[in-house]
Nanobody
């Protein structure tokens, strides 16, 4: 069972990135999926989550209106579209799968984790 994040990189403030979270070894269609991030010297925090059917989403206040989570169960992939990026968005971003079909962004509700992808917002 594996989750693999991709799409990270270096972007200027105000720019955009789209992160992908692909699953192998299992299907994501029954799992809520969350995105989390950890900045240097800080604890990991929840960013966003989406229900198994994609009909419910949650966002941290810090990213509301800028980030959009979505999923394509046919491709076994979840996405995080990040717009209007700020330097404070710099972090390693992780996706995780919950055993529940709906969830919140409490990381204790997630059991499968990817290795992370680095996002750096800098001029």
């Amino acid at each position: 069972l594996q989750l693999v994040e991709s799409g990270g990189g270096l972007v200027q403030p105000g720019g955009s990135l789209r992160l992908s979270c692909a699953a192998s070894g299992f299907t994501l269609e029954y799992n809520a999926i969350g995105w989390f991030r950890q900045a240097p010297g800080k604890e990991r925090e929840g960013v966003s989550c989406i229900s198994s059917r994609g009909d419910r989403t949650l966002y941290a206040d810090s990213v509301k209106g800028r980030f959009t989570i979505s999923r394509d169960n046919a491709k076994n992939t979840v996405y995080l579209q990040m717009n209007s990026l700020k330097p404070e968005d710099t972090a390693v971003y992780y996706c995780a799968a919950s055993p529940y079909s709906t969830s919140n962004i409490d990381q204790r509700r997630y059991i499968y984790w990817g290795q992370g992808t680095q996002v750096t917002v800098s001029s």
